[in-house]
């Protein structure tokens, strides 16, 4: 996974260190179920989120460059929706204290540069849960299309069965975006 950078922040792979960064931000009772996981208890189950996205080599850390401290998690993974390799959908977390900064959908952006000029992906999609009005906010801001929603298609760490609103951007939508010239 290649390590990308802004002038604010840069996404890298997570290493075991992260732990208490990610707990700081995976602890607070809103971010995990806006994105759809529960709360974390404790550090050790920070670790264990960490060892598991070292080991599958998908998702990135967050790094404000101003405090070196982690924030959030941006992931790229198979689309579960698409039955082809080369359809990626996306999934992000921010610590509450960034939000409204522009952080996430600065980060998306670069993620789908990353996927569609070097993977060579043809569609990236993207979803949130219908109260999560934050995420939506992000997915406009980054010219996804609205496809529409998937009825009681996620089942929650707590057992709701919610709805997810589905957005996708093809790789001709994205050249038409951010590369006009």
């Not at 977390?93 to 959908?105: F, Q």
């Not at 999609?125 to 529409?148: A, D, L």
């Amino acid at each position: 996974m290649e390590t990308l950078e802004s002038e604010r922040f840069v996404l890298r792979p997570f290493v075991e260190e992260d732990c208490s960064d990610m707990f700081e931000y995976a602890q607070n009772p809103i971010v995990g179920p806006m994105a759809g996981w529960k709360p974390h208890d404790s550090i050790d189950e920070s670790l264990k989120i960490i060892r598991m996205f070292i080991e599958n080599d998908r998702d990135w850390a967050i790094v404000d460059k101003t405090t070196n401290k982690v924030i959030g998690s941006l992931g790229l993974y198979n689309d579960r929706k698409r039955d082809y390799e080369d359809a990626k959908m996306i999934g992000y977390a921010l610590s509450e204290n960034y939000w409204g900064k522009g952080i996430v959908p600065e980060a998306v952006k670069m993620v789908l540069k990353f996927a569609f000029e070097k993977l060579d992906t043809v569609l990236v999609s993207v979803s949130h849960f219908p109260f999560n009005k934050q995420s939506k906010r992000v997915i406009e801001k980054c010219g996804f299309t609205y496809e529409g929603i998937l009825r009681k298609s996620f089942t929650r760490f707590d057992g709701m069965h919610l709805d997810e609103v589905c957005y996708s951007i093809t790789k001709d939508e994205y050249d038409a975006l951010y590369k006009p010239f």
